[in-house]
């Protein structure tokens, strides 16, 4: 019976646990960004502008 390859598991664990941590920041900068630029865009002026002439 074959021995198992005790190494190569852990190796295995650590590539995934290692991609996994990598997508999870990515998507956090991605989600910081987004937000950046959200408070940044013109579509938040138009909105307040829209709001006026409802209250005249």
Same mark, same amino acid.
């Given at each position: 019976?074959?021995?198992?390859?005790?190494?190569?598991?852990?190796?295995?664990?650590?590539?995934?646990?290692?991609?996994?941590?990598?997508?999870?920041?990515? +998507?956090?900068?991605?989600?910081? +960004?987004?937000?950046?630029?959200?408070?940044? @865009?013109?579509?938040?002026?138009?909105?307040? @502008?829209?709001?006026?002439?409802?209250? @005249?």
């Amino acid at each position: 019976m074959a021995k198992p390859n005790y190494a190569f598991a852990k190796h295995q664990r650590d590539l995934a646990k290692k991609k996994k941590k990598e997508e999870k920041k990515k +998507l956090k900068e991605e989600a910081k +960004l987004q937000q950046k630029l959200d408070g940044e @865009s013109p579509e938040t002026n138009e909105e307040d @502008s829209s709001e006026e002439p409802s209250d @005249s």
